[in-house]
């Protein structure tokens, strides 16, 4: 299956690299996620203090949105009709085993809503929207595994139906030190043909 | 343009366990809300809209299950089965499957729970569902916050749409838990008392839970009687605050505006909104300022969170399905817990159950993370005059 759309670019955050497009743009070896993605903001000079509330899932997601959005020189002055559509395997499940923890012992109990609005997979696709200022569509999946033919058809029928004119999407995943983030943007621009083999092959990339 | 419909239905909750004994609750306005003690999952009493346990095991066992299930997949597997067996749909690769749910078998997490904590993965629910029944297709797990309910409406229409398939089973369901009481407690979200949307003297949520299904259709033949069209949908970030809903209602304004333009309806005909009204300050007047923003203000409006509580990730659905058979009933239901109203601009709450001839409804919600869903529904054909 193909569309009318293109690829026109992707990151990857994995095994302690970023990048764009294919080429690595950081990479910092030998450090936890915590350590990784602090490096990485500081590398991509993000300069965005929320950045640092956020729960690991959101800095994931939201440095590999932004490497992308940024690349693109918004007009910020103007609406950007940028759809977000994103998916992974463990859900919120990092920050649900905090919010656990700090329940399990009646001795020991200090739940904080810090914590807890964190606890929900979507959370990232709003700090996405705030910085980007996307009054858009967003939804978050869950698949077992990288699923592209989910992600070419919902993107589809976003474009098709104008209710976008272009769609973030992608998978973020993230347990503990184990981190994948895989985005892509689809829009009429680029030269890579929007259908599930070459989501597939970037994603393996 | 390919239509798509809501068919038939269930509801398994603490007014029933089916629309039709729920709706009649809805329609003698009885509420499911009752104060619970339990100091295992909250240290003080709380108000809540609970399953009943036995009730639930009878259902379940009548299908003879081969395995151990949570408590959440008997809940959606009880309400699933009636859904597929009132359709009469044969299950294949054109048949979908929609899981719609905020934090699924989060009690998995527990060290107390019998069951291990990798049933915490939402996937794995997807998966018990889907198995069970043996559809074709690998589940669609949704979990939008406490829109899910109704953006699974609105995939499962585009799902139709695309001509992915021609036919989408939808479930959800979330299941009140030490978990999410602690959490929205922390945010001293929660009430004291029977929760009162849109009232002066609100003063927060109940959690309660519930699982709702549905057949979402492209099929006008053998449709429920009840059944509607969705003639419209849209979702939109407020893009302000992760936790607070935004002062001017934008994101819900526009799901609004958005799902109107693409059902080519006009403010002045819909007939009833089936609201999200939590109960909260902020929530309740950020939407009295969408609706206004929308030309929506006198239009009689519910909240169904009295009835049931806030069932998070299945509010969206049920509260569907409670609006079809409101449309089919011709029938406007009270929004419990309302008295006086609470919010700076007019709404028109309805304060006493009312028979009226109703064709069209607008159901909305909104969630953390600056979520909002609006989907405009239009009764299909049948209507039961009791007007």
């Excluded at chain 1, 991509?44 to 509330?53: A, C």
């Excluded at chain 1, 973030?168 to 892509?184: H, I, K, M």
């Excluded at chain 2, 609201?275 to 409006?301: C, W, Y």
């Excluded at chain 2, 011709?330 to 709450?349: A, E, M, Q, R």
Aim: glycine share 6%; proline share 2%.
């Amino acid at each position: 299956m193909s569309s009318n759309y293109n690829i026109t670019s992707f990151c990857h955050i994995k095994n302690h690299q970023v990048s764009l497009n294919g080429t690595v743009v950081f990479s910092e070896q030998h450090v936890g996620f915590s350590e990784f993605i602090k490096a990485a903001y500081k590398h991509q000079k993000t300069n965005y203090p929320k950045f640092f509330k956020m729960d690991h899932l959101s800095k994931l997601a939201f440095l590999a949105a932004d490497i992308l959005l940024k690349n693109l020189k918004l007009d910020s002055e103007k609406e950007n009709n940028i759809a977000l559509v994103f998916s992974n395997k463990a859900a919120s499940l990092d920050t649900d085993i905090s919010h656990q923890k700090a329940i399990q012992h009646k001795d020991n109990y200090f739940p904080s809503p810090a914590v807890f609005v964190y606890t929900l997979p979507n959370i990232c696709l709003g700090e996405i929207s705030i910085k980007y200022k996307l009054y858009t569509e967003n939804s978050f999946f869950i698949f077992e595994r990288f699923n592209a033919e989910h992600l070419f058809s919902y993107t589809n029928s976003l474009l098709e139906t104008n209710k976008a004119k272009s769609v973030l999407c992608g998978w973020v995943e993230l347990e503990g030190d184990n981190y994948e983030a895989f985005l892509y943007l689809v829009s009429k621009e680029g030269h890579l043909q929007h259908n599930t083999q070459q989501i597939t092959t970037l994603y393996n990339t | 343009m390919i239509k798509a419909y809501l068919s038939y239905n269930n509801i398994i909750s603490s007014l029933g366990f089916n629309s039709e004994s729920v709706v009649k609750n809805i329609h003698n306005e009885v509420s499911g809300l009752q104060l619970i003690k339990d100091n295992k999952a909250l240290p003080e009493p709380f108000y809540s809209a609970l399953i009943d346990s036995e009730a639930l095991e009878k259902a379940f066992l009548k299908l003879q299950p081969k395995t151990d299930y949570t408590r959440l997949e008997k809940m959606m597997i009880t309400s699933l089965n009636e859904v597929l067996q009132s359709s009469k749909i044969k299950l294949n690769d054109r048949v979908g499957l929609i899981v719609s749910t905020t934090k699924g078998n989060i009690d998995a997490l527990d060290k107390n729970n019998p069951f291990p904590k990798e049933r915490a993965y939402l996937s794995e629910l997807g998966k018990n569902i889907q198995e069970f029944f043996k559809f074709e297709n690998e589940a669609i797990v949704v979990s939008n916050a406490c829109v899910s309910g109704i953006l699974s409406v609105a995939i499962a229409k585009r799902y139709i749409q695309q001509n992915t398939y021609d036919h989408v089973f939808i479930v959800s369901g979330d299941v009140v838990t030490e978990f999410i009481l602690s959490g929205f407690n922390s945010f001293q979200a929660l009430s004291q008392e029977p929760c009162k949307p849109y009232d002066k003297n609100r003063t927060g949520i109940n959690i309660g839970e519930v699982a709702a299904s549905i057949l979402v259709t492209k099929s006008s033949e053998n449709l429920a009687k009840e059944a509607v069209e969705i003639l419209g949908e849209s979702s939109c970030n407020d893009a302000n605050h992760i936790s607070g809903p935004s002062r001017t209602g934008e994101g819900l304004y526009r799901s609004i505006k958005l799902a109107l333009d693409q059902a080519n309806l006009t403010a002045q005909e819909i007939d009833y909104i089936s609201a999200h009204g939590t109960a909260t300050m902020f929530n309740d007047e950020m939407e009295a300022i969408a609706f206004n923003r929308m030309q929506l203000q006198k239009v009689p409006l519910n909240s169904l969170k009295g009835y049931f509580g806030h069932t998070l990730g299945a509010s969206g659905l049920l509260e569907t399905i409670v609006g079809m058979h409101s449309l089919y009933n011709n029938t406007l239901y009270v929004s419990k817990g309302f008295d006086t109203i609470g919010v700076t601009k007019p709404i028109n709450v309805i304060t006493k159950t009312t028979s009226r001839e109703l064709k069209t409804f607008l159901k909305t919600a909104s969630g953390f993370g600056g979520c909002n869903t609006a989907i405009i529904l239009k009764k299909s054909n049948q209507t039961k005059n009791h007007v």
